[in-house]
């Protein structure tokens, strides 16, 4: 059973950085993708990132050139950098995963809160 605990989340001035952590435990790397999305209040549930198993990353428009996804399949974390933050950055972050063949993420963590301001 695969299962995400992310940390790493806070309060940031505009311009600052923070790197996001989601340790996944019950999972295989060779066959689990995983990725970031967040929410704000009032807001829909935004896709932010996604790296696949082999690695090969896709980023939102929203977040391209500022945040980064990497995964350290030895340390089981994937993460998420985010430099240049910017007050429409704050929401709820969540780390998911999913098999690699199939659609949806159905693993998912209990979210951690960044504040841009």
């Known amino acids: 059973h695969v299962q995400l605990v992310e940390s790493g989340g806070g309060s940031v001035q505009t311009g600052g950085s923070l790197r996001l952590a989601c340790e996944v435990s019950g999972y295989t790397p060779s066959t689990h993708c995983f990725a970031w999305f967040r929410q704000a209040p009032g807001k829909e549930r935004e896709h932010v990132a996604d790296?696949?198993?082999?690695?090969?990353?896709y980023y939102s428009n929203s977040v391209r050139g500022r945040f980064t996804i990497s995964k350290d399949n030895d340390e089981n974390t994937v993460y998420l950098q985010m430099n240049s933050l910017r007050p429409e950055d704050t929401a709820t972050y969540y780390c998911?995963?999913?098999?690699?063949?199939?659609?949806?993420?159905?693993?998912w963590g209990q979210g951690t809160q960044v504040t841009v301001s």
């Open positions: 790296i696949d198993n082999d690695g090969i990353t």
């Open positions: 998911a995963g999913r098999l690699k063949w199939l659609n949806e993420y159905n693993y």
